[in-house]
């Protein structure tokens, strides 16, 4: 496969960028993990997904490819005889069938055969709206040998959220990536969409992909517990380097212009990177727990990211943090949507931030960090090239 396929933006379009030699569409090799094979449980014919590995031709991991990237920042942690683990929570949306992009995302039709309307989060009764497509959510999952921790309403109409259960970073991006392919197909099924887009709704909250993540030992002890059950100093390193790095990183997590809507005071979404012990509010959460399962979730990261780079950066935070002898902020007592905001507020002010961090940069590599800048700075430039419907309705007669 040509390595040319890593030069294209979300919208089809090609980036010339100065690489040498950029389109003589040089060869990578595809190397199966056997290990990711699964069924494809909605084909017509018996199918398997196989997730590949991928090399130049003398055999190296290419070193822009997400999955390589997230497995390089793992390599960082086995050095220091670390090993991270991480659960992800899936949410998304179930929608009407858009078939014109000038039209407003609408929620799917319920079994009642009204308009879904509910935002009754966790109700058992919300989730019977649209039950087709959570079973066969189960039937595929169940198919494919994965396991579901937990389906729950969210707090918007015809929101869902999957909770997966806490393993491996790498096996887990697998299973992000093939999760979120297996519920498209499953809402299609059903005459519906299943969208992962970080705010696809105006008057409805965003979707996040909230990261839990803790590290464990050579003897698999969490090393942000102490033997006495207190929080250690490396935990409070790594919350530290969470608070340093994460506005740096923004558009690894938030990847998409539309990622940034979601960052709203009170609009269930983080929009600083203070932290707090049961507090969903923060940016940084500290989860209730025994002192095993010590872990700290970050709430910054949007639904649209790619997995694999999603856990990489936040890990890759952690990390510096950790190494770094990094102190965290006090803890945030109360609401932190008073607070300031304290992350950028656009695509084009994320990649700046992201040029602003050496020693970000150098963990994720110089040759990722120029192509992904370069890519999602032509998305944001293209984006600013298109009028939008609040232009002409509030500017055309008005200004």
Not at 58 to 70: A, F, Q, S, T, W
Not at 90 to 101: A, D, G, K, M, V
Not at 174 to 183: A, E, L, S, W
């Amino acid at each position: 496969m040509p390595q040319s396929i890593f030069f294209q933006t979300i919208d089809g379009n090609y980036v010339d960028m100065d690489i040498e030699h950029q389109w003589t569409e040089a060869d990578m090799q595809l190397v199966p993990d056997f290990s990711t094979a699964t069924a494809a449980p909605w084909a017509g014919d018996v199918t398997i997904q196989v997730i590949h590995d991928v090399l130049d031709m003398d055999g190296k991991p290419v070193e822009i490819v997400p999955r390589n990237l997230l497995k390089k920042i793992m390599g960082l942690y086995a050095d220091e005889g670390w090993t991270p683990v991480v659960a992800p929570e899936l949410e998304f949306y179930l929608t009407r069938p858009n078939h014109n992009p000038n039209h407003p995302i609408e929620p799917p039709m319920s079994r009642t055969g009204r308009r879904v309307a509910s935002r009754q989060a966790y109700s058992m009764v919300a989730v019977d709206d649209y039950g087709k497509v959570i079973d066969d959510i189960y039937d595929y999952a169940e198919a494919q040998g994965y396991e579901i921790d937990t389906i729950i309403q969210e707090g918007g109409a015809g929101q869902v959220e999957i909770n997966l259960v806490h393993g491996d970073p790498v096996k887990l991006a697998d299973q992000v990536f093939f999760f979120k392919r297996m519920i498209r197909e499953a809402a299609m099924r059903n005459d519906c969409y299943a969208t992962f887009m970080a705010k696809p709704m105006q008057d409805e909250p965003g979707s996040a992909m909230h990261i839990h993540q803790s590290i464990l030992d050579d003897d698999g002890n969490n090393i942000f517990s102490d033997a006495k059950g207190k929080a250690t100093e490396l935990f409070y390193n790594y919350l530290a380097g969470l608070q340093k790095n994460v506005p740096n990183a923004i558009s690894l997590f938030a990847p998409y212009v539309n990622s940034y809507r979601r960052y709203v005071a009170s609009g269930a979404a983080p929009i600083n990177l203070e932290w707090g012990e049961d507090n969903r509010t923060t940016g940084i959460r500290i989860p209730i727990s025994g002192p095993e399962s010590r872990r700290i979730e970050n709430r910054v990261v949007g639904m649209d990211c790619n997995p694999y780079l999603g856990i990489a950066a936040t890990l890759a935070c952690g990390y510096l943090g950790m190494k770094q002898g990094l102190t965290p902020r006090k803890v945030m007592q109360g609401e932190a949507y008073g607070a300031d905001y304290a992350l950028p507020r656009s695509l084009l002010e994320g990649l700046d931030a992201f040029d602003d961090a050496p020693d970000l940069k150098v963990l994720l590599g110089p040759q990722f960090c120029d192509v992904y800048t370069a890519l999602k700075r032509h998305e944001a430039e293209s984006f600013l090239q298109v009028i939008s419907p609040w232009e002409r309705e509030h500017l055309l007669l008005n200004v």
